[in-house]
């Protein structure tokens, strides 16, 4: 888990001009540590040049909003979910932003934190770049 969340951090955050960051419920226990643990809080993986302002306002996401994310996102139908949400001001995270959702079935749950409003070719590069990543094709 923990190894798949840096290579999205990796390849995916920092060469997206508009990816933010990621957000977990997971910590690395040790620096080689590729599984992940559970955590108390929240934890995030920001992009170096992140707008101070937003990265302030996201650091605000606590355990009970991410999980509050994720409840209403698993309760969706799965013919109407899509790869990416558009949270607005219901979160009050402050700004509104799109988010890619990761989690497997060991309850570990994880997003991508992306500009609102980001450009469909640039969410269709994302998402191809993720898929490849995750498939373990190679990425461009």
Known sequence: ??????KI????????QTCLGLVSNTFKSAPDDKVGSFSENTNFFFKTKIDPTKHDLLILIDKDKFNAIFKEYFEVNEEEKSDFYHLKEKYEIGFEMLVYPFYNKL?????LMLEYPTEKIVLDKICTDLINLLSDKPTS
């Open 107 to 111: 309850d570990k749950i994880a997003f």
């Open 1 to 6: 888990w923990e190894e798949n969340l840096e």
């Open 9 to 16: 951090y990796n390849t995916v955050v920092l060469k997206n």
